[in-house]
């Protein structure tokens, strides 16, 4: 099983940045693409990026592009969500996640973290 763990949340101002951090532990990592989601009140979840193990990436969506940057260590077990330029509608509980296929659908994923709340204040 894989435990996931994400931190590095809070509130900014718009324009400013955050570091989402997930630590991973309880499997051997191996072989699995890590993604990060989105979910703001009333919508769906979202993807924002994801990475496979041998680093194919999905491509960006236009909200995302130029202001989002995924990484991960695989030795270290360990992604980040590096977050810039941020604007209001980029307030949501962000989810780290764990799967098999590089996908932007939340149910090809099989570990969640519990989230942690961004909040941009305009």
């Known amino acids: 099983q894989v435990q996931l763990v994400e931190s590095g949340g809070g509130l900014v101002q718009a324009g400013g940045s955050l570091r989402l951090s997930c630590a991973a532990s309880?499997?051997?990592?191996?072989?699995?693409?890590m993604g990060w989601f989105r979910q703001a009140p009333g919508k769906e979840r979202e993807v924002v990026a994801a990475?496979?193990?041998?680093?194919?990436?999905?491509p960006y969506g236009d909200s995302e592009k130029g202001r989002f940057t995924m990484s991960r260590d695989n030795a270290k077990k360990m992604v980040w969500l590096q977050m810039n330029s941020l604007k209001p509608e980029d307030t949501a509980v962000y989810y780290c996640a764990a799967g098999r296929s590089l996908s932007p659908r939340p149910g090809l994923y099989n570990y969640w973290g519990q989230g942690t709340q961004v909040t941009v204040s305009s």
């Open positions: 309880g499997g051997t990592f191996v072989g699995y693409v």
């Open positions: 990475i496979s193990w041998i680093g194919d990436r999905l």
